[in-house]
C-alpha cells in the first residue's frame, strides 16, 4: 500500500518536473501512459490530443502494438475519447460485454482485442479541452472512483505540461519572426538611404520607387532592398525608368 | 507595490499605442522600459533587441539620462553589459561601475561614467533558445540589487519579452507589427537610412557605413541619432561632395 502511494507520489513528481526543464513532450506523453497502466493495473493506456478540424489524433501509447494503435484510431469517428474530448467530461464504461451499441464499432474491437472495461478521462483546463487520456482495462471495473479521482489528476498535470509546452513553442516562433521582420526593416531603410542618395530625392520618393520596382519585376519588398544593400542591384537600376 | 498600482502598470504596458509615432509615450518599447523603472525601482530601464549575428535592431529607454546613455553607448561601442547578457544568456551585475576592471569594456565604462552612471544590471531577454536582447537597468548611485529586486527583474524580463513579441503577433508575413512598425525611433530609421546614404556617397557596403556612423558618433560625443538626422536632411556629408 505504501509503495503505491510512493509510486503515485513519484510519478507526480516527475511529470512536475517536466514542467520546469525542456523537455521531449512525445517522451514526456508516451512514460506518461506507461506509468499509468503500471499504476492503475491496466491493460494499455493512450493518449489523445486535439487536431486542427474539432477531432482527435493519437498522441502517445503504452505500447506500439498495431492492434492497440489501430484501436486508437478507430476513436477518430467514434468512441468514449472523442465523446471526452466533445464534452469535456470523463467517460467510462465499466463493462464493455453489454456496451455494443453506445459505440457501435468501438466496443467489439476492443472487446476482440481483449479489453473489458474502458475509462476516458478529459485534459482539460478551465474551458479549454485539449484532447483525452484513454484508459483500458483487461476487467470489467478495471478502474474504481479512488483510482479514477488519481488518474484524472494525472491527467490534470499532463495538460498543464502540454499547453507550457505550446505556449513556449509559440514564443519561439514569435522571436523568429519578429527578429526577421527587424533585419527586413533594416534594409528596406538602408535601400531607400542609398536610393535618396543616388537620385538626391526625399525618402519618401526613394520609397516610391523600390516599391514600383519590386512591383515590375514581381519580387519582394526585401528581397530588392538585400539586392541594393549588398550591391547586387545598382540604384541606378532600380531608378532609372522612375521618373519624378 | 499595491495592488492596484501594479494592476495600472500593466494595463498601461498592455494598451496599443494610438499610432502617433512621434510621442515616446506610446512607444511599446518605452512603456515597457517605464514599467521597469516603476516595479523594480531603479533609476532607468532600457531595452535592446538584438539578432543572432549581434546586429542591434531595436531599443527603448525610460530616459535620456541613465537609460538612454547605456543604450545609446551600447549602440555605438557594440558592448556593454547588455550586449555581454545577450551573448551569453546569463545577468550581468556590475553594481559599482567605478571600479570595474580597466579590460571589461574599455570604451564603455568610461563613459557611462562620465555620463553619471554608477551601476548597471543587463538581464537576457529570451524566447527559449533564442536570444532576443537585453533588458538593462542602470542608476546613477552605486550598489547592488536587492534579492527580491533580482528575482523581479528576472521576472520582468519574462514580462518585457511577452510583450515585445505581442506585438508580433498578428503581423503581415515578413512585417513588424503595427506597434513596433511605427515605432521610427525605436528601429533607429534615420541611422540605417544614414548608413544607405554614405554607402552611396563612399561606395561601401551598408555595413560598412554603419561602423563610420558610430565612430563619428563616439568621436564626436553627440548622440548617433542626432549625427544620422543631419545625413538625412542634407546637412552633413561624409566625402567631398557639396552639402
Given at each position: 500500500m505504501a509503495d503505491r502511494a510512493d509510486r503515485l507520489a513519484q510519478t507526480f513528481v516527475d511529470v512536475a518536473d517536466t514542467l520546469v526543464a525542456d523537455f521531449d513532450i512525445v517522451d514526456f506523453l508516451t512514460v506518461l501512459t506507461m506509468r499509468c497502466v503500471e499504476l492503475f493495473d491496466l491493460a494499455a493506456a493512450g493518449l489523445l490530443l486535439s487536431d486542427a478540424a474539432d477531432g482527435v489524433r493519437v498522441a502517445a501509447s503504452s505500447n506500439d502494438r498495431m492492434q492497440l494503435l489501430e484501436l486508437f484510431e478507430l476513436q477518430y469517428d467514434e468512441g468514449p475519447c472523442l465523446d471526452s474530448f466533445r464534452t469535456g467530461r470523463r467517460v467510462q464504461c465499466d463493462?464493455?460485454?453489454?456496451?455494443?451499441?453506445?459505440?457501435?464499432?468501438?466496443?467489439?474491437?476492443?472487446?476482440?482485442?481483449?479489453?473489458?472495461?474502458?475509462?476516458?478521462?478529459?485534459?482539460?483546463?478551465?474551458?479549454?479541452?485539449?484532447?483525452?487520456?484513454?484508459?483500458?482495462?483487461?476487467?470489467?471495473?478495471?478502474?474504481?472512483?479512488?483510482?479514477?479521482?488519481?488518474?484524472?489528476?494525472?491527467?490534470?498535470?499532463?495538460?498543464?505540461?502540454?499547453?507550457?509546452?505550446?505556449?513556449?513553442?509559440?514564443?519561439?516562433?514569435?522571436?523568429?519572426?519578429?527578429?526577421?521582420?527587424?533585419?527586413?526593416?533594416?534594409?528596406?531603410?538602408?535601400?531607400?538611404?542609398?536610393?535618396?542618395?543616388f537620385a538626391h530625392v526625399e525618402m519618401d520618393e526613394a520609397f516610391a520607387a523600390l516599391r514600383r520596382y519590386a512591383r515590375e519585376h514581381n519580387e519582394r519588398l526585401v528581397d530588392v532592398a538585400d539586392a541594393l544593400v549588398e550591391r547586387r542591384l545598382a540604384a541606378m537600376t532600380v531608378i532609372r525608368r522612375y521618373s519624378v | 507595490m499595491e495592488i492596484g498600482r501594479l494592476g495600472r502598470l500593466f494595463a498601461d504596458l498592455y494598451r496599443a499605442g494610438d499610432g502617433r509615432e512621434t510621442r515616446d509615450r506610446e512607444s511599446v518599447a518605452t512603456r515597457a522600459c517605464i514599467a521597469c523603472v516603476e516595479l523594480l525601482e531603479v533609476g532607468g530601464a532600457g531595452i535592446m533587441l538584438v539578432d543572432d549575428d549581434g546586429r542591434a535592431s531595436a531599443f527603448g529607454a525610460s530616459d535620456a539620462v541613465w537609460a538612454g546613455t547605456v543604450e545609446e553607448l551600447q549602440f555605438v561601442l557594440g558592448e556593454g553589459p547588455g550586449v555581454d547578457a545577450h551573448q551569453h544568456g546569463e545577468p550581468v551585475l556590475e553594481p559599482e561601475l567605478a571600479r570595474v576592471d580597466g579590460r571589461r569594456w574599455t570604451a564603455f565604462t568610461p563613459a557611462a561614467l562620465h555620463a553619471g552612471v554608477r551601476r548597471v544590471f543587463s538581464f537576457p531577454l529570451r524566447a527559449g533558445a533564442i536570444r532576443v536582447g537585453a533588458l538593462d537597468l542602470s542608476d546613477g548611485v552605486p550598489g547592488p540589487l536587492g534579492r527580491q529586486q533580482r528575482i523581479d527583474a528576472v521576472v520582468m524580463a519574462e514580462v518585457v519579452t511577452r510583450r515585445l513579441l505581442a506585438t508580433q503577433a498578428g503581423a503581415l508575413p515578413g512585417r513588424l507589427g503595427s506597434e513596433l512598425d511605427d515605432d521610427a525611433r525605436a528601429l533607429r530609421v534615420e541611422v540605417h537610412q544614414a548608413a544607405g546614404m554614405l554607402s552611396e556617397q563612399l561606395d561601401i557596403r551598408s555595413p560598412d557605413a554603419l561602423v563610420l556612423l558610430r565612430a563619428a558618433a563616439y568621436a564626436s560625443e553627440r548622440p548617433i541619432d542626432q549625427i544620422a538626422h543631419e545625413v538625412v536632411v542634407r546637412r552633413l556629408r561624409f566625402d567631398d561632395g557639396p552639402v
Open positions: 463493462d464493455l460485454s453489454d456496451a455494443s451499441d453506445r459505440w457501435p464499432r468501438f466496443v467489439p474491437e476492443a472487446r476482440s482485442a481483449g479489453y473489458a472495461s474502458v475509462y476516458a478521462l478529459p485534459l482539460r483546463l478551465r474551458q479549454q479541452v485539449i484532447g483525452s487520456l484513454n484508459l483500458l482495462g483487461g476487467l470489467p471495473r478495471a478502474l474504481d472512483e479512488p483510482r479514477l479521482v488519481e488518474a484524472q489528476a494525472l491527467a490534470d498535470v499532463a495538460t498543464i505540461g502540454i499547453l507550457q509546452h505550446r505556449a513556449a513553442a509559440e514564443q519561439r516562433l514569435l522571436a523568429q519572426q519578429l527578429q526577421y521582420a527587424l533585419q527586413s526593416r533594416i534594409l528596406v531603410e538602408q535601400a531607400k538611404g542609398i536610393l535618396a542618395e | -
